[in-house]
């Protein structure tokens, strides 16, 4: 239950806060990560919105597999924390880790085919989880909404 001093408190926060972009953009990126992964558990997937970026990678690479490195490299997170999570991901079966024939040091990631079915139906329950949201938004107002947010994503150097 929330106290009455921890409402004081949040206002004040979101007072000051709420009034710069980088809390605002944050929290509502929060948000929407936390809807997604009560979706995701809902729809009986046994994954969090984090781990998603990894297998859209794989997903998406085709036939061309990624290293390890190279999905740190291309989502911009650190290779131990990539680590962890495609053991994760391996462990549940939506991913296989293969030596690289020419590089033995290197450790390649493929898809499982229980891998790329989950893929396949968590893009289509990102979809509706973002039609839920975008339907409250006017044509107008959700265009204006996704161009700046490409513009300040360029001008953050993404």
Partial sequence: MITDKETELRGKISERMGKLSIFTINHVGHLMGKKANRELIRSGFKLQIEQLPIL???????????????????????????????????????????????????????LTPAGKMVVEKIIEEAEKIDKQVTDQLSAEELHTFMTTLRKISSLLGE
Avoid: C, M
Wanted: charged share 30%; hydrophobic share 35%; proline share 2%.
């Fill in 56 to 110: 859209f990678t794989v997903y998406f690479s085709g036939t061309d597999l990624p290293s390890q490195q190279e999905i740190a490299n291309l989502i911009q997170k650190d290779k131990s924390g990539i680590q962890r999570s495609i053991r994760t991901l391996e462990r549940d079966g939506y991913l296989r880790i293969v030596a690289d024939e020419i590089d033995r040091r290197k450790n390649l990631i493929q």
